[in-house]
């Protein structure tokens, strides 16, 4: 994630494809995360979530090798959508199985996950960077790692046990996705989470952007993301340990980056807002980990269909996301496209909310 938000301008120039064709390429990843859970975590609940996240890493490694090796902008858009059904896939039915295997810690669990997923994000783009500075690497050199990255987690995964007795339900008694989007706070938990991915990609991936095109620091760029997700890891491994409401963290985290999106959109000079986008981080931290905890803890027994519609969501997010803000940037100002973040964050923060007192109140 990391590395291919460092490298998106790079793949960009080579495929020609301008600031709308870049967020186009991202939406191709996130076009996957739409279709693939929803389909798998339904799958995963009746026949197991181990064969689900073998077969789905082999799928994350054919997409790397392909996106590696891509000569064309068609073909690179197959290798990240695979990458998109690859990843998302074993990130929802790894974080279902953690859920399901203790409804107490379950959210805790997720975090501590997510921040390792957060640290891979801080090392790729200070990697990939040292190995263009030094080594002259292109940005191929962002999916040859990740080859080489997935490999070693699919070998770790042939030798993990899944607590499948903590997840299996009896066959048909899983929800369907009707059922769950009959539930009012599900469906508020969903258009949180959409809004939610849609901050996260919009930042992510546009940071390098706005630090060479607006602050003329370009070489920031890269440790500006690198701030970012070191701050996530730094939140989630702290919120995976403390013990904080969790109604109070979700709605706070979200209410706070709507004033940080306010402020990096204002900014005229590079240190302040590499401040603001370290602090972007530490807010989102917990905020993924909550939403899906809080979806599958509503309904036991379909946490895979449940966790699947969230990624549904995710995908819809992180590919409106992109592409609106290429939008924006091209035919508008980059600026104006931060400033939709910050509403987009109030909107998500407001929704949330809501959910949880329904939640309760159910």
Known sequence: MGGFQLALRSISGTFSTGALGAGLLVAAQYVSVVIMPLVFGRIADHTGKRPVM??????????????????????????VFCIGAGYSVCE????????????????????????????GAVVSPIAVQFGVNVFGWSWRAVFWLCAAGVSAALIALLFTRFPEEASSCPQGSAKSARALFAAPAFVLFFFSILLYVGL????????????????????????????????????RFAFGVLPLAPEKTLAGCLFASTLLFTALALLRTAIPAFAV?????????????????????????????????????CGLGGAVFPALMGLISEYA??????????????????????????????
Not at 210 to 234: C, D, H, P, R, V
Request: with cysteine; hydrophobic share 55%.
């Open 54 to 79: 073998l077969g789905f890493s082999l799928v994350f490694l054919a997409g790397c090798l392909l996106s590696a090796l891509a000569n064309g902008v068609f073909a690179f858009a197959v290798g």
């Open 92 to 119: 929802i039915t790894g974080s279902a199985v953690l859920s399901d295997a203790s409804p107490e810690k379950g959210a805790r669990w997720i975090n501590l996950s997510q921040g390792a997923l957060s640290l």
């Open 200 to 235: 996260e990609n919009g930042i992510g991936y546009f940071t390098e952007s706005l630090f060479s095109l607006k602050l003329n620091a370009a070489a920031l760029g890269a440790y500006a993301i690198s701030a970012y997700w070191a701050s996530m890891a730094l939140s």
């Open 277 to 313: 986008c370290a602090l972007i981080g530490f807010a989102f931290g917990p905020v993924w980990s909550l939403l899906m905890d809080f979806a599958a803890r509503q309904h036991p027994g379909s946490s895979g269909t449940a966790m699947g519609l969230m990624s549904a969501g």
């Open 333 to 362: 100002d980059l600026r104006a496209a931060f400033g939709l973040l910050a509403a987009a964050a109030l909107i998500a923060g407001a929704l949330s909310l809501a959910a949880v007192r329904l939640q309760k109140e159910r």
